[in-house]
Structures are given as C-alpha cells and as structure tokens.
T-cell receptor, first 117, second 118 residues
C-alpha cells in the first residue's frame, strides 16, 4: 500500500506559539489531502480538505485563520496551528487520496500528538 | 449530511471466535463507498475492508468480511478466527461518490472498541 508520513509525531509547545505539522505522500502524488482531528476515545472529525494549488476547504466551525493549510506540492500539505492554546491539544491525522488505481483509496499518516501548555 | 452510527461502543470476543461489529448509515445518495478502518493503540489508521455500494457482492479480505444491506443501510463487519492482534478501535466510514465541498472526505462513526481475550 501507499505510505503517508507526518512530522512531527508529537510536539509540546507553549500557549501562544504556532506549530506546523507536515503531511507527505511518499510514493504517490496526492492532489487532495485531508486533515482530521481526534480527541481521546473519540472519532475522527474532518477539519479541512487540502487541494494542491488552491485554497483549502474548511468544515463548519473550523477557524481558517487559526488552522492554516497549505498544499504547495503534489506530495506535501502542511497544517499550521497559529497562536495555539490548551484547547487545541489533540491528535491530528492527515490522509491522502491515491488515485493510481481504479479502487481509489485514502491512506492515513501516523498522526501528530499536540500538547499545548 | 450523511451520518454513520456504530451502536456498540465496546465488544469482546474470545480468541479464535467470531465477532460482528454493527454499522448503519443514513444517506440519500445511491452511489457511495463504505469502509472499515482499524485503529490500534499506535493510533495508525489501517484500512480493513471497503465496499462499493453498486456491488451486491459482499467484500471479503481473509478473515474479515462484511454484510452489506443497501436497502437497510447496514454495513456490519465480521471477524472470523479472532486473534489478539485484532484488538483495536474499529471505525465504520462513509464516502460519497459525488465530489462535494469536502471533496471525498470520509465520514466516520464513533467507533467500536474490540477486546480480544485469550
């Protein structure tokens, strides 16, 4: 299967700082990537759809100015949590669409644990 | 918006036995895709099985199979010969075949925690 990486795998930061999380498709090109957020023992909630070369589409209730998404290349999308606060502490997961086969599949990154102190 | 419901927060099965996880969904679309993902303690999401709505035949992947009932909007996962490594959270997910504002994002249920006992 295809491989999606995320960096960093975990990060601890002070309140008010910004944190950038990278999502890379390692062996395929992904015109579309997705960013999800998962709180402990809960499901994945879609935050935004990241489209290469265009603006991201945010889900209702997600602040686009707080969660900046950039999809500058076909293999990289970044999520920047600006002015992070403790309530932003969560597990962030990206996924990427692999269109190489007729059975299009989404592959997930390993996730990034963010703790804001 | 489509909703995915997993009514079993937790399930338990003995090793080598069979267990069925339930999933229902609500949609007005006729063409879509359904998935089961496994999330072990590492939290890496792993695709277990997928089903295209236009296919009547139930998908199977080794010990994993689904019972897809389109009219009832039901999509259960059967795990046969359960192994200790099957212990994980299992999420049912829906994906539209139509490109919406969310693209082809997955819509997840709340998950079922599966415990496998020796």
């Amino acid at each position: 299967g295809a491989v999606v990486s995320q960096h960093p795998s975990w990060v601890i930061c002070k309140s008010g700082t910004s944190v950038k999380i990278e999502c890379r498709s390692l062996d395929f090109q992904a015109t579309t990537m997705f960013w999800y957020r998962q709180f402990p023992k809960q499901s994945l909630m879609l935050m935004a759809t990241s489209n290469e070369g265009s603006k991201a589409t945010y889900e209702q209730g997600v602040e686009k100015d707080k969660f900046l998404i950039n999809h500058a290349s076909l293999t990289l999308s970044t999520l920047t949590v600006t002015s992070a606060h403790p309530e932003d502490s969560s597990f962030y997961i990206c996924s990427a669409r692999d269109l190489r086969t007729a059975q299009e599949t989404q592959y997930f990154g390993p996730g990034t644990r963010l703790l804001v102190l | 918006a489509q909703t995915v419901t997993q009514s079993q927060p937790e399930m338990s099965v003995q090793e080598a036995e069979t267990v069925t996880l339930s999933c229902t969904y609500d949609t007005s679309e006729s063409d879509y895709y359904l998935f089961w993902y496994k999330q072990p303690p590492s939290r890496q999401m792993i695709l277990v099985i997928r089903q295209e709505a236009y296919k009547q035949q139930n998908a199977t992947e080794n010990r994993f199979s689904v019972n897809f009932q389109k009219a009832a909007k039901s999509f259960s996962l059967k795990i046969s010969d359960s192994q200790l490594g099957d212990a994980a959270m299992y999420f049912c997910a829906y994906r539209s075949a139509i490109n919406s504002n969310s693209g082809y994002a997955l819509n997840f249920g709340k998950g079922t925690s599966l415990l496998v006992t020796p």
